[in-house]
DNA sequence: GCTGCAATTGTTAAAAATTAACAATTGCAA
DNA sequence: TTGCAATTGTTAATTTTTAACAATTGCAGC
């Protein structure tokens, strides 16, 4: 259940990126900041369009260039299956997975730590002598408010 | 490991194909079996792009419109971190979850199946109410044969 | 065999999404 | 305070996907 008091969230959200960044040595500039907050601001998940519109429709190259920092650094994930972005403010270990619980109808994403269930996604790319680099768990479904609307 | 005598494994494709559309009552046209044959023909998955250069310079729309028709039928898989698609010609229950291995390199693409893990992704959208509609478990990396070249 | 209808295709063109290229600016270290 | 790497601003192109609609096809019922 993602929490529903945006303020605190919020507070801990900007907190956790400034020490991020201030601590890998990136520079949390002004545009990073504004897609950033757009995308904290949500739980729901949202297009590189939706972001622009939302920053007194800013160019797409600063913009997809934020949404690359951000999901580099681990202060974003890109939804793929719906080509979308969420905000994340999670500390991640190293190889971590999460599972993406996405609402086909209001695009509110639930992330879901799958560090106990990994073993069963890396076993077959173990047998097969793949070299992971990524991982996409993500199911599309509709959200508890969504199925009964 | 895929199989790698394309020659067989084509012929019970085409098979499997045939008797699904015959039975389902969908029409296996000819610019669908024209798809159809360039990603069976490969167990990379091909972009939209790559596929239209295969059959001589086919129409996008032409295109677009097979791929879906064969990803809705079984025939094909869209890979969404990679936005490409890949044949498919294995039986699959109501419900199956496959997890796909997609060497970032050369776009091989190894499917394998979840069911028995299947619960383990389950359970997260069953504790938060969630109604699944598609899965996508994707797994991008080197494949063997990328990681010595 | 015709007739009519639904499904599919062919074609043109537009819309949407993403990236290239390069000049201007900024932040910081030497 | 100079110089360099990182970042931004800006314009425009490229790539990807879809819309719209006319033409065709396959088939069921007469």
Redesign the interface.
């Known amino acids: 259940?993602p929490c529903d008091h945006h303020h605190h969230c919020a507070k801990e959200a900007w907190q956790f990126a400034e020490d991020l960044c201030a601590q890998k040595g990136y520079r949390f500039t002004d545009s990073r900041r504004q897609v950033f907050d757009v995308l904290i601001s949500s739980h729901k998940a949202l297009t590189a369009k939706e972001v622009m519109k939302k920053i007194n429709n800013g160019q797409p190259p600063i913009t997809y260039r934020a949404l690359e920092f951000l999901t580099q650094v681990g202060l974003a994930h890109h939804i793929?299956?719906i080509?979308a972005y969420v905000g994340c403010a999670h500390h991640h270990q190293e190889g971590h997975v999460a599972?993406f619980?996405i609402?086909?109808n209001c695009h509110e994403v639930?992330e879901?730590d799958?560090s106990s269930?990994l073993s069963?996604?890396m076993v077959?790319?173990k047998a097969?002598?793949?070299?992971?680099?990524?991982?996409?768990?993500?199911?599309?479904?509709?959200?508890?408010t969504c199925?009964d609307s």
């Open positions: 259940m793929a299956s080509n599972e619980l609402c086909t639930e879901v799958l269930q069963a996604l077959h790319a097969s002598n793949f070299k992971p680099q990524e991982t996409y768990v993500e199911m599309t479904g509709l959200c508890g199925q």
